[in-house]
């Protein structure tokens, strides 16, 4: 099952870091995630002990490859593959994205404005 050299895209989706391959290229891609701090293509061959970080918009997980892997494996098995050195979300992020959505949702009206309102709003915006 061991085996060295499995590409990085194919590597997150069979480890169940991402759902699909082609997910984890655009966040590849995007630069979202770095092995050892590196920017690397979704080619980029991954050997045991490499540690990968993916970045979320609100903060990053880190985990360190003890297994690769070149098969798609039942998922609890696939979690086994890695060691997660800082975890997402944790406490903190999951407050903050909470607050920012009730923030959200204080500030979105309940439904679209009508005509009506909609004169009003460029009267005030000074859209005539």
Not at 71 to 86: G, M
Not at 99 to 109: F, G, N, R, V, Y
């Amino acid at each position: 099952m061991e085996k060295e050299g499995v590409r990085l895209d194919q590597y997150l989706d069979f480890s169940c870091l991402f759902k699909t391959r082609s997910q984890a290229k655009k966040a590849i891609e995007l630069g979202r995630v770095k092995v050892n701090s590196n920017d690397v293509s979704p080619a980029y061959k991954i050997k045991i002990g490499d540690k990968i970080s993916i970045k979320y918009e609100y903060g990053e997980k880190v985990v360190k490859v003890l297994e690769v892997i070149d098969k798609n494996i039942p998922k609890s098995e696939a979690k086994k593959t890695y060691e997660i050195l800082i975890p997402y979300p944790t406490k903190e992020i999951m407050e903050k994205f909470k607050l920012d959505k009730t923030l959200k949702e204080m500030w979105t009206p309940e439904k679209k404005p009508d005509k009506r309102a909609r004169k009003k709003l460029r009267k005030i915006k000074g859209n005539f």
